[in-house]
């Protein structure tokens, strides 16, 4: 498996116009999920819109479920269900989606449902991820180490460290891949260092939420390595609802 695992860093031309595609595809659904984000929809009919999106599109399928509303944002990784949408909760989501051609686009928003502005809570949840998610991308270039990237990523605050995303990074492609860098604390853990190489394609990834916190916040960005940093392949704005 490691040996097909490297066969897989480095991207191909071809792979990432394929991979363009999906994000494209990815982020029509998005596009929709967010044209219908009114209270009284379901978690469950929002999630469809992806997934019809991205059939619509050529796409395969989503890995898992994971969009969830209000309290359900606390702690990460509830499956998305019956619950209705409620006016001024956050809204979460991250896609796992299989795209066209099978290549992977791999990107989390938070909204605000309704047409309201977010509270001061809120407003940090949001302002703490969008952070951790541009230090940490400012780190990525060719011929830098994920265990650099590690010990130089951005440091949590304390109130939210204990449920802070194990993975800053992770390869993407056909799936979820290699390379893979974590907080610094968690290097000694047998992590496989990588050095990044030109058309790497990663997802940079951040959750923010304090432990018995009313909600949290999601945020992930894809982007491709080159020879003096990265360029993003997901381009759907971050904050839009947010005011």
């Not at 009114?38 to 929002?46: M, Q």
């Not at 051609?101 to 940090?124: F, H, K, L, M, N």
């Not at 940490?136 to 939210?160: Q, V, W, Y």
């Not at 990663?202 to 360029?231: C, D, N, P, R």
């Amino acid at each position: 498996m490691a040996l097909a695992e490297d066969a897989r860093l480095v991207k191909s031309t071809d792979e990432i116009a394929a991979m363009r595609r999906a994000v494209a595809a990815c982020e029509d659904g998005v596009a929709k999920m967010r044209a219908a984000l009114w209270p009284g929809i379901t978690e469950n009919a929002l999630w469809s819109l992806l997934h019809q999106a991205n059939i619509e599109l050529g796409g395969e399928w989503i890995m898992t479920r994971l969009l969830a509303s209000g309290p359900r944002t606390n702690p990460w990784y509830q499956e998305c269900g019956f619950k209705v949408l409620e006016k001024g909760e956050i809204v979460c989501f991250d896609t796992d989606l299989v795209g066209p051609y099978g290549y992977v686009c791999d990107i989390s928003r938070a909204w605000i449902c309704g047409d309201v502005r977010p509270t001061g809570r809120q407003r940090e949840l949001l302002e703490v991820s969008r952070d951790q998610i541009e230090h940490n991308r400012e780190l990525l270039r060719a011929g830098t180490s994920t265990t650099d990237i590690s010990h130089a990523s951005f440091r949590m605050p304390a109130k939210f460290e204990d449920q802070q995303y194990l993975g800053l990074i992770h390869g993407v492609g056909l799936g979820d891949e290699h390379p893979v860098a974590v907080p610094a604390k968690f290097v000694h853990r047998g992590v496989k260092e990588t050095v990044l190489e030109p058309g790497m394609t990663v997802s940079i990834e951040s959750y923010v939420g304090e432990v018995g916190g009313a909600e949290g916040v999601k945020l992930e960005e894809q982007v491709l390595i080159t020879e003096t940093g990265s360029e993003p392949l997901s381009t759907y704005p971050i904050d839009e609802t947010w005011g």
